[in-house]
C-alpha cells in the first residue's frame, strides 16, 4: 500500500469520525435544550415513587363492644413488567411464596407493553414478605387492610361488605362508609435502577376511620336468625324475615332474614340474597294493619272499646263483599272484641264511619307511606294510594290491611308507639359512632297515653283468647296480632297459594321492653300467622326475655 492511499484512508477514517462526533454533540445539545425537563422528569419517576398509604377502616361493634367487621393486615404485590429480566423464574419464585399458579402469573410478568401489573391483591402479609425476602427486580409492595367478618353469617344482611379497595358496597358498610372510611397518607420512597426501594424520602400520614357501636346485639341475633331458618325449613318457605327493637329507644336489637349468607363471601352470593327484606321489600300486612283503624277510632273518639256493634256474615262495599275469616252469623260484638277476633266485617264498618280522609290520615300518621328513616341504604316507602286514587271499593281493604304495601320496618315502628305509650320513635341501627354523642332518634306522639292503653289490652286478647296464642311465653303476657295475607298475582287479584303469614307483638304486655316481628314468605302446609309466625315469635321472645334478665309479669 502507497503512502498516498494510507494517508487518504486516515483522511476518510478522521471525516467519519468528526461527523459522528458532530451528530452526537448536536443530540447531546439537543436533549439538554429541548428534553431536559421530560427526561429529567422521566429518570426521577424510575428512581422515586409517590405511594399511597391506605388508613385504617373503622372497625363495627355491636352493643356490647362484640367485633362484628374488622379490618386485617394485609399487602398487595404489583410488578413493573418491563423491570423483570426473567418472568419464567420470577413467576416460579411467586407461586413458591404466594402460592399461585406460576403458569398464570407468568403472562402477567412477561407483557412488557405494561409499567404495572398487580400480582396479588391484599395477599397474606407473611408471605408477601416472603417473596419481598427474595429481593426480585420489579416487584412492589405495600400494606392493605382486608375485610372481615368475625361472626360470618350472623349479621351479615345488616352489614353488608367492602369490597376489595375496602370501600363498602353494601348495608351498613354503604351506609357508613364516609364514617368509616379514614383519609389516605402517602410516602415518597427512591429505588434503585432495578426497582428495589432504598429509603423513604417523605411521608405524610393519613387519618384512619371512625369505629361505630351498633344497637344489634350479636347473640340474640344469631338466635333470631337460627329460629327463621327453622321456621322457613319447617313450613318451605321462600324466605322469612324478624326485626326485634326495643320500644323505648328505637334501638334495633335483631335484624334477620332468612336465607341468609357468611359476609366474607360476598363474591359467590347472589344479589336476592344479599338484601336485607325486612327494610327494602314490601308486602301487604293483613290484619296486622288493623291497629291504624281502630286506634284512630279510639283516638277520634268515634269508638270506645265497649262500644257495640251488630255485625252480619258480610259486608257489601262497592263491588266486593266483604266476610270473615271465619263463617258466622250475625252477631254483637265491642270494638275490643272486633280486634282481638279480627273481624273484617267490624273493622270495615268502623272504616266507613270514619271515611277515607281521616282513614288516609291516620295511615300517614302511623308513618306508612314514607321511610321510617333508619340507617340502613335502600329502605323502601311502602305503597300507600292518596285518596283521590281510592276507588269505591278501597275503603272495604286498605283498613283490612289489603291494598297496600308496608315494610316489616314501618309495622313493628308502629307497633313500638303502641308499646311506648303512643310515642313512634325512628328505628335506628347506629348507637353511636367514636368521638360523637350517641344517636338521637326522632320522636313523635301520635297517640294519647290512653288510647294507646286501650288497643294493648285490646291486643292482649288476641293473644290470650284469639288467633295468636301460639304466641304465649310461661310467666308473661304478651300483646300482638296476627296476620295473613294473599299474595297479588300478575292478573291484578290474589293468588289463592302464596300468602304472608306474620304475627307483631310485645312483651311484656304491660311495661314493654321488646317489639317483635316475624314475617314468613309462601310457607307451605300452613298459612296462618298465628300457625306459621306466632310460634318463632314465641321462641325468639322466651330467649331474649332470658337473655335480657327481664324479669316475669
Keep these: 500500500m502507497t503512502a498516498r492511499v494510507a494517508n487518504r484512508r486516515i483522511r476518510l477514517l478522521v471525516a467519519v469520525f468528526a461527523v459522528v462526533f458532530s451528530a452526537a454533540l448536536l443530540r447531546a445539545g439537543w436533549l439538554q435544550a429541548v428534553r431536559a425537563q421530560a427526561l429529567g422528569s422521566l429518570a426521577t419517576s424510575q428512581h422515586h415513587e409517590t405511594i399511597s398509604v391506605p388508613p385504617h377502616r373503622g372497625t363495627i361493634y355491636d352493643r356490647r363492644g362484640v367485633e362484628l367487621a374488622v379490618g386485617s393486615r394485609a399487602t398487595t404485590v404489583y410488578a413493573n413488567p418491563r423491570q423483570i429480566q426473567d418472568p419464567r423464574s420470577a413467576s416460579l419464585a411467586v407461586e413458591k411464596t404466594l402460592g399461585l399458579d406460576a403458569d398464570k402469573v407468568y403472562p402477567l410478568l412477561a407483557d412488557r407493553s405494561h409499567g404495572f401489573v398487580y400480582v396479588d391483591r391484599q395477599a397474606d402479609p407473611g408471605l408477601a414478605q416472603a417473596l419481598q425476602d427474595k429481593h426480585l427486580a420489579g416487584f412492589g409492595f405495600y400494606p392493605e387492610e382486608r375485610r372481615n367478618y368475625p361472626q360470618k353469617r350472623v349479621g351479615a344482611s345488616v352489614l353488608g361488605y367492602a369490597g376489595v379497595d375496602n370501600k363498602g358496597l353494601a348495608g351498613l358498610e354503604l351506609q357508613l362508609d364516609k364514617t368509616l372510611t379514614g383519609t389516605r397518607g402517602e410516602k415518597t420512597i427512591v429505588k434503585d435502577p432495578f426497582g428495589r426501594t432504598l429509603e423513604v424520602v417523605d411521608s405524610k400520614p393519613g387519618t384512619d376511620g371512625k369505629n361505630v357501636y351498633l344497637t344489634l346485639d350479636h347473640s340474640l341475633q344469631g338466635q333470631v336468625e337460627r329460629v327463621l331458618e327453622e321456621t322457613r325449613q319447617r313450613w318451605a318457605a321462600k324466605s322469612a324475615s324478624a326485626i326485634v327493637m326495643d320500644p323505648r329507644t328505637g334501638g334495633i336489637l335483631a335484624l334477620a332474614v332468612d336465607p341468609g349468607y357468611d359476609a366474607n363471601r360476598f363474591p359467590n352470593v347472589s344479589q ?282
Design 272 to 553: 336476592d340474597r344479599q338484601r336485607n327484606r325486612a327494610v327494602t321489600d314490601t308486602y301487604e300486612p293483613g290484619s296486622t294493619f288493623k291497629i291504624v283503624t281502630i286506634s284512630g277510632a279510639l283516638e277520634t273518639g268515634q269508638v270506645t272499646p265497649s262500644t257495640k256493634f251488630t255485625l252480619p256474615p258480610e259486608i257489601q262495599v262497592a263491588d266486593r263483599k266483604i266476610h270473615d275469616a271465619e263463617p258466622r252469623g250475625t252477631e254483637k260484638m265491642t270494638t275490643d272484641q272486633i280486634l282481638s277476633r279480627s273481624s273484617n266485617v267490624g273493622v270495615v264498618t268502623i272504616a266507613e264511619a270514619l271515611g277515607p280522609d281521616r282513614i288516609s290520615g291516620w295511615i300517614g300518621r302511623f308513618g306508612f307511606g314514607r321511610p321510617t328513616g333508619v340507617d340502613y341504604p335502600g329502605e323502601s316507602k311502602g305503597i300507600v294510594l292518596p285518596t283521590d286514587r281510592w276507588s269505591g271499593s278501597t275503603i272495604g281493604n286498605v283498613p283490612i290491611g289489603q291494598g297496600i304495601a308496608v315494610t316489616p320496618m314501618q309495622m313493628v315502628a308502629a307497633y313500638s308507639a303502641i308499646a311506648n305509650k303512643g310515642i313512634w320513635i325512628q328505628p335506628h341501627l347506629v348507637d353511636r359512632v367514636q368521638g360523637e354523642d350517641p344517636v338521637q332518634p326522632v320522636r313523635r306522639r301520635i297517640l294519647t297515653t290512653q288510647t294507646a292503653d286501650e288497643v294493648r289490652h285490646m291486643l292482649r286478647e288476641v293473644v290470650e283468647e284469639g288467633s295468636g296464642t301460639a304466641a304465649q311465653v310461661p310467666g308473661y303476657r304478651i300483646a300482638g296480632k296476627t296476620g295473613t295475607a294473599a299474595k297479588p298475582d300478575a292478573s291484578g287479584g290474589y293468588s289463592t297459594s302464596a300468602y304472608v303469614a306474620s304475627f307483631v307483638g310485645f312483651v311484656p304486655a304491660k311495661q314493654p321492653r321488646l317489639v317483635i316481628l316475624v314475617a314468613v314468605d309462601e310457607p307451605r302446609g300452613a298459612i296462618w300467622g298465628g300457625v306459621v309466625a306466632a310460634p318463632a315469635f314465641a321462641e325468639i321472645a322466651k330467649f331474649a326475655l332470658q337473655y335480657f334478665e327481664i324479669p316475669p309479669d
